[in-house]
């Protein structure tokens, strides 16, 4: 899936983002039930990309097509700001 993003039209970069988040969850222990804290992960795929080249729904049907489910997904929009050089000086 990473090769076929990465070989897309109008995709940048393409990142494996994991998040592991501790949850309550209910365990039996010697015949008593405890609440225990659980390691619970989640992963996603992070991609930029050029919207004038490629659509989400574009890199939802690569990511399907090789296995995978695709979730709710969003547009983060442009971060930075755009930077204006002046030209030197001529003289």
Do not use: C, W, Y
Not at 67 to 89: T, W
């Amino acid at each position: 899936m990473l090769r076929a993003l990465r070989q897309t039209l109008g995709v940048e970069e393409v990142r494996i983002e994991e998040e592991i988040e501790l949850v309550a969850k209910p365990v039996t222990v010697a015949g008593q039930t405890i609440t225990a804290m659980v390691e619970q992960f989640s992963r996603a795929v992070r991609v930029t990309r050029n919207p004038l080249l490629v659509s989400p729904a574009e890199l939802a049907t690569l990511i399907t097509t090789a296995g995978f489910q695709v979730g709710h997904f969003a547009d983060l929009d442009q971060v930075g700001l755009e930077i204006i050089i002046p030209p030197k000086p001529i003289g």
